[in-house]
């Protein structure tokens, strides 16, 4: 089974603080993706990765970065949180050859 | 005119019902449509997924993708309170050195005993 895994379930932050959120999968997946969850505004794409050391920008990349140092780890970096992130972030991993991506269980951030 | 589009909802069923999601979509480059189902403060859990038209089915659950109309559906037959929960239709391409995966904002299900 893929299993994608996240650091944190919950997270609480000051505003102004830099957070980092970290993900890994198990299955040396090439391709990770950050994306952000609100109601009524559904998934939207942050960044993505299609190999150690590449990222690229999503929908939304303002206010947010990445790294992708091993081909297991994808972190994302807010430099300095505001409220209007606060937000449920979810990693994904693509499996090879068919395009569907498989989710970690959401770390839920709430920035004070 | 949004790439993919999904009723939200909220839908509520009694137990045992049969439910039909839908999803319209309007980019006929879209290679692959899944369904993921996402529970309460949870990540999405892929449920199925399909390459071309026609019916897919797996246990109480069917995916049905229409190419020629951009429709795809997901049918839950004999639905228990358990399947309450919001399901996502997503679809993709991939090719020439790009990606796009696109999901529709989702539909919550409850499904009461």
């Known amino acids: 089974d893929v299993k994608v895994t996240q650091s944190s379930r919950y997270l609480v932050k000051r505003t102004g603080e830099k957070v980092f959120l970290e993900c890994v999968q198990d299955?040396?997946?090439?391709?990770m993706f950050w994306y952000r969850q609100d109601p009524g505004l559904g998934l939207r794409l942050i960044y993505f990765?299609?190999?150690?050391?590449?990222?690229e920008k999503g929908d939304i990349p303002e206010g947010y970065s990445v790294s992708r140092e091993k081909k297991e780890r994808f972190s994302l970096i807010l430099e300095s949180a505001s409220t209007n992130q606060t937000s449920m972030y979810l990693c994904?991993?693509?499996?090879?050859?068919?395009?569907?991506?498989?989710f970690g269980p959401g770390t839920r951030l709430t920035v004070l | 005119q949004k790439e993919v589009e999904q009723d939200p909802g909220p839908l509520s069923v009694p137990e045992g019902a049969i439910v039909s999601l839908n999803c319209t979509y309007s980019?006929?480059?879209?290679?692959?449509f899944m369904w993921y189902r996402q529970y309460s403060r949870k990540g999405p859990e892929l449920l199925m997924y399909?390459?071309?038209?026609g019916n897919k089915e797996d246990g109480r659950f069917t995916a049905q993708v229409d190419k020629s109309s951009k429709y795809i559906s997901l049918f839950i037959r004999d639905s228990q309170p358990s399947d309450s929960a919001t399901y996502l239709c997503?679809?993709?391409?991939?090719?020439?050195?790009?990606?796009?995966?696109?999901f529709g904002k989702g539909t919550k299900l409850s499904v009461i005993p």
């Open positions: 997503a679809t993709s391409y991939s090719g020439a050195g790009s990606y796009q995966l696109t």
């Open positions: 299955m040396d997946h090439e391709n």
């Open positions: 990765s299609y190999d150690v050391k590449m990222k």
């Open positions: 994904a991993s693509i499996l090879a050859g068919t395009d569907t991506q498989y």
């Open positions: 980019n006929s480059a879209f290679q692959y």
């Open positions: 399909t390459y071309s038209s």
